[in-house]
């Protein structure tokens, strides 16, 4: 009989990024996901990695009132923060295109804030923490730029690129960090958090 994982919370992750339901899904753990309406609007004294915590948990803050007994809700926020300023999602192509420009040939740093959110006897727990990474770019062609923003459309990703894409690819000269903090969530660490409460049945 193979083995299997049994958590001993239900786990809800409360996100619309379909690369935060793949990394999650590797870990074997049943879920669900909600997709959770919160004002990800924060403290104009925010900066760099304060910002990802702050917004996760608004979000989780969105959803208490949802929570039941026995569930634990995950949520995120990434963003870019490149020579003192905050590179959020770009709301249209140019401005994909004016991030990337920034970021070409220089190094910048991705953050993300996770927030676990549990209720156990009624009580809620939140326990948050953030992860960074460094990311070089080599300088990156006008053309090279337009093609990847043209063909892949990165208006759903912060700082305008996906690393797991073309742009990743031919661009990222050095890394220093988690691979998958820059996809929007660091794996390894949210597994570290819920190792406590995973059974391995054989």
Not at 1 to 10: Q, T
Not at 127 to 139: E, G, N, P
Not at 170 to 193: A, D, Q, T, W
Request: charged share 25%; glycine share 8%.
């Amino acid at each position: 009989m193979p083995s299997s994982l049994i958590c001993k919370y239900d786990i809800i992750l409360g996100s619309k990024s379909p690369r935060r339901r793949e990394l999650l899904a590797g870990l074997d753990i049943p879920f669900r996901v909600v997709d959770i309406a919160a004002d990800e609007s924060y403290p104009n004294d925010l900066v760099s990695g304060d910002i990802p915590i702050y917004i996760s948990r608004a979000k989780a803050t969105a959803y208490t009132s949802l929570l039941t007994d026995g569930e634990l809700l995950i949520t995120a926020d990434t963003i870019v923060w490149s020579r003192g300023k905050m590179l959020g999602k770009p709301t249209n192509e140019q401005e994909a295109y004016e991030m990337l420009r920034q970021l070409s040939g220089h190094t910048h740093q991705v953050f993300t804030g996770v927030t676990l959110t549990k209720k156990s006897n009624g009580d809620i727990q939140m326990d948050s923490f953030v992860d960074k990474t460094d990311v070089t770019f080599d300088s990156l062609s006008e053309d090279e730029i337009r093609y990847y923003v043209d063909r892949y459309k990165p208006l759903d990703k912060a700082g305008g690129y996906g690393i797991q894409e073309y742009i990743g690819f031919i661009g990222v000269s050095h890394l220093s960090g988690s691979y998958f903090n820059v996809m929007g969530f660091p794996i390894e660490r949210v597994y570290g958090k819920l190792r406590k409460y995973i059974l391995y049945e054989h």
